[in-house]
């Protein structure tokens, strides 16, 4: 079914940025969506941003908006989150999602990227 492979997270000061990277390339081309999640300690899994593969109409959590921004390459197979504007409430493991074709939601998950915000 191939694979999602996250990289960028790491140890940043608030107000910093780091850029995320999801590469889809071991996945078969039938994509309609991916997505960015994140789950801090203790808390559940929440939405970040997603981006349709055809098109690339992105949405936002209100969390989020202004601050990040979410864009894919659709020839390298791979998406990004650009995250700036950084705060110690954004520290938390961000997954990489994607959605395929008759998929009704997110069918596949990468295996997460520290990101911590130092304050």
């Known amino acids: 079914q191939g694979q999602l492979v996250e990289s960028g997270g790491g140890l940043v000061q608030a107000g910093g940025s780091l850029k995320l990277s999801c590469d889809a390339s071991?996945?078969?081309?039938?994509?309609?969506?991916m997505a960015w999640f994140r789950q801090a300690p203790g808390k559940d899994r929440e939405f970040v941003a997603s981006?349709?593969?055809?098109?690339?109409?992105?949405y936002y959590a209100d969390s989020v908006k202004g601050r990040f921004s979410i864009s894919r390459h659709r020839v390298k197979n791979t998406i990004y989150l650009q995250m700036n504007g950084l705060k110690p409430e954004d520290t938390a493991v961000y997954y990489c999602?994607?959605?395929?074709?008759?998929?009704?939601?997110?069918?596949?998950w990468g295996q997460g990227t520290q990101v911590t915000i130092s304050s």
């Open positions: 999602a994607s959605q395929s074709v008759g998929a009704g939601n997110y069918n596949l």
């Open positions: 071991g996945r078969p081309l039938s994509l309609v969506a």
């Open positions: 981006i349709r593969w055809s098109g690339g109409m992105t």
